[in-house]
C-alpha cells in the first residue's frame, strides 16, 4: 500500500522558516513527480511547489516563489519543502502529492496528483 507521510511542520515565528519531509513508502516515487499543496481554514486546497522525477524542472506558486523550495532525494524516496520568511499567510495543513507511475512531469492541478498524504501543520505566529 503507497504511503507518502508528511513531518516537520508545527508553531514558527513570522520571518522563520520551516522544513517539511514527505517521505514514501510502499513504491518508489523517483519515476513520479511529486507536489506539496496547502489548505488553510475556510479556503480550497492550493498547490504551493511540485518537482519532476529527477529534480530537474520545478514550479512555484507566485505566493512562495523565492522563498520556498522544493526538493527530493530519490535514494531515500523522501521529498522535501525549505519555507523561509514565513507568514500569517502561510500557515495551513500542507500536503505532499504524488503521481502515478511514468508521469514525471510536475503540475500544479490536484487532479493530476493520486497519491496524498495526511497533511501537516504549519502555524505563524507574530
Known amino acids: 500500500q503507497v504511503q507518502l507521510v508528511e513531518s516537520g511542520g508545527g508553531l514558527v515565528q513570522t520571518g522563520g522558516s520551516l522544513r517539511l519531509s514527505c517521505a514514501a513508502s510502499?513504491?518508489?516515487?523517483?519515476?513520479?513527480?511529486m507536489g506539496w499543496f496547502r489548505q488553510a481554514p475556510g479556503k480550497e486546497r492550493e498547490f504551493v511547489a511540485a518537482?519532476?522525477?529527477?529534480?530537474?524542472?520545478?514550479y512555484y506558486a507566485d505566493l512562495v516563489k523565492g522563498r520556498f523550495t522544493i526538493s527530493r532525494d530519490n535514494a531515500k524516496n523522501t521529498m522535501y519543502l525549505q519555507m523561509n520568511s514565513l507568514n500569517a499567510e502561510d500557515a495551513a495543513v500542507y500536503y505532499c502529492?504524488?503521481?502515478?507511475?511514468?508521469?514525471?512531469?510536475?503540475?500544479?492541478?490536484?487532479?493530476?496528483?493520486?497519491?496524498w498524504g495526511q497533511g501537516t501543520r504549519v502555524t505563524v505566529s507574530s
Open positions: 502529492a504524488g503521481r502515478l507511475y511514468g508521469r514525471v512531469s510536475p503540475r500544479t492541478e490536484r487532479s493530476e496528483y493520486d497519491y
Open positions: 510502499g513504491r518508489t516515487f523517483s519515476n513520479a513527480a
Open positions: 518537482i519532476s522525477w529527477s529534480g530537474g524542472t520545478t
